[in-house]
């Protein structure tokens, strides 16, 4: 799984970029400001960085020719071409203004990490025994592939991306519904009830709990 740093101030572009991202399959991590930035670097290298350019302590000029090795996309609210230029030479992978569309970061993104080699291409989610390759929808624990419903491979991934984090059951609803868009309140419960069988099944453990009132979690705290 491609890991992605976010690197703005911003907190909440931090998060609609992180949540985006996560949604899409990659693992990310954050930092708000070029300070906290290059303290991150000095322990771990992602696959692709996100960076704005007005952060506080190193700005993201100053940040930028310290990065090694790892293709960065600047993501500015400054339009000069100038600017673009300098930052493009200076050894930025790519270029996006804010506000920008989604989609197209998400394919500058794709195109980036193709170029590096690092591309999610095959993007496998995993937690503990069990493993989800979101390309061939196929899940495994222990070796063994668990077949899965259309509805239940879409809760799982969307539980998968947000391990240990309780998620609501009307956002399992909005985010699967590009998958299948057939589940409703009602039917939920019986998809949940359906795949939590099959993992237990397979490993033995029940990773799906239902926290009253709210939603469901992946956890293996049952």
Not at 33 to 51: F, Q, R, Y
Not at 92 to 114: C, G, H, N, S, W
Not at 135 to 164: C, S
Request: glycine share 6%; net charge negative.
């Amino acid at each position: 799984m491609a890991e992605i740093l976010i690197i703005d101030d911003d907190q909440h572009i931090n998060d609609m970029l992180t949540e985006s991202l996560q949604a899409e399959g990659y693992a990310v991590s954050a930092a708000y400001s070029g300070t906290e930035a290059l303290l991150l670097l000095s322990h771990k290298k992602p696959d692709l960085i996100l960076l704005d350019l007005m952060l506080p302590g190193l700005t993201g000029e100053e940040l930028l020719p310290q990065i090694k090795d790892i293709p960065v996309i600047v993501v500015s609210a400054k339009t000069d071409t100038s600017d673009k230029v300098d930052l493009l030479l200076g050894g930025a992978a790519d270029y996006i203004t804010k506000p920008f569309d989604m989609q197209e970061l998400l394919a500058r993104i794709a195109v980036q990490l193709r170029k590096s080699g690092n591309s999610a291409g095959s993007r496998v989610l995993s937690f503990n025994e069990i493993s989800l390759n979101t390309d061939t929808r196929i899940a495994e624990a222990n070796g063994t592939e668990i077949k899965l419903t259309r509805t239940e491979y879409a809760i799982l991934k969307l539980l998968m991306q947000n391990p240990g984090q309780v998620v609501a059951k009307l956002t399992i609803l909005e985010r699967i519904s590009n998958d299948t868009p057939d589940c409703t309140e009602d039917s939920l419960k019986i998809h949940i009830h359906n795949l939590r069988r099959k993992l237990k099944t397979v490993t033995g453990t029940d990773y799906i709990s239902a926290v009253w009132g709210i939603g469901f979690m992946l956890s293996d705290k049952s």
